[in-house]
């Protein structure tokens, strides 16, 4: 298995503002997957982050909007930029145990970000 | 493109019994995965139960079990003896593997908020 740290847990920002969530996963991954999960509704990928190559954005994201970082094959953070009210969600980290021959997302335990 | 559909928004179930909750996917995949997370209040994802789909088995974890239909692309959860500490969200989920082999991509259902009720 795979024990993903994300930190912070939570969070209450102002508009305007930045706030970059950090993903710290106990062994090596090829992929980490970055989710947003709004109040109530499911996961919605944003991307998924390769070490040492851009992010693959989903439709409806931008790079601009959510920068990613992946500087090695056990970390990654997500930038939510310039947040407004509409970015108040539960963003969470993901890998699978591809690497390790597990058909099974791991997660962490998110962050709830509140914007005001 | 793969859809997956949970429309039971909301359930509840008195503690000890037994309670289903549906799932229905579509896909022109023929190999894939399917998977039960449960999300309780403290956000964590667990995984619940997996299913492969080229197995015929339902696949089972002691009180959990599933009913699946490949040619009717459904995949239900069975919970028995329901316990209040499976309150949760419940999420619905179809894997398949990217191409060249490089990992797995997910899609989730909407979910199904499960009451247990003592």
């Known amino acids: 298995s795979a024990v993903i740290s994300q930190k912070p847990s939570r969070d209450i920002c102002q508009r305007g503002t930045s706030l970059t969530i950090q993903c710290q996963v106990d062994s090596q991954v090829t992929m980490m997957f970055w989710y947003r999960q709004q109040p109530g509704q499911s996961l919605t990928l944003i991307a998924t982050?390769?070490?040492?190559?851009?992010?693959?954005?989903e439709s409806g994201f931008v790079i601009d909007k959510f920068p990613i970082s992946r500087p090695n094959l056990t970390f990654s953070t997500l930038t939510v930029s310039n947040m407004s009210p509409e970015d108040s969600s539960i963003y969470l980290c993901s890998v699978d145990g591809h690497g390790q021959g597990i058909t099974e997302a791991f997660f962490g335990q998110g962050t709830r970000l509140t914007v005001v | 493109a793969q859809t997956v559909t949970q429309s039971q928004p909301e359930m509840s179930v008195q503690e000890a019994e037994t309670v289903t909750l549906s799932c229905t996917y579509d896909?022109?995949?023929?190999?894939?995965?399917l998977f039960w997370y449960k999300q309780p209040p403290s956000r964590q994802m667990i995984l619940v139960i997996r299913?492969?789909?080229?197995?015929?088995q339902n696949a089972t974890e002691n009180r959990f079990s599933v009913n699946f239909q490949k040619a009717a692309k459904s995949f239900s959860l069975k919970i028995s003896d329901s316990q209040l500490g499976d309150t949760a969200m419940y999420f619905c989920?179809?894997?398949?593997?990217f191409g060249g082999g490089q990992g797995f991509s997910f899609i989730f259902g909407k979910g199904t908020r499960l009451l247990v009720k003592p």
């Open positions: 989920a179809f894997m398949k593997r």
């Open positions: 982050a390769n070490q040492g190559s851009e992010a693959t954005y």
């Open positions: 896909t022109s995949e023929n190999n894939y995965y």
């Open positions: 299913q492969e789909a080229y197995k015929q």
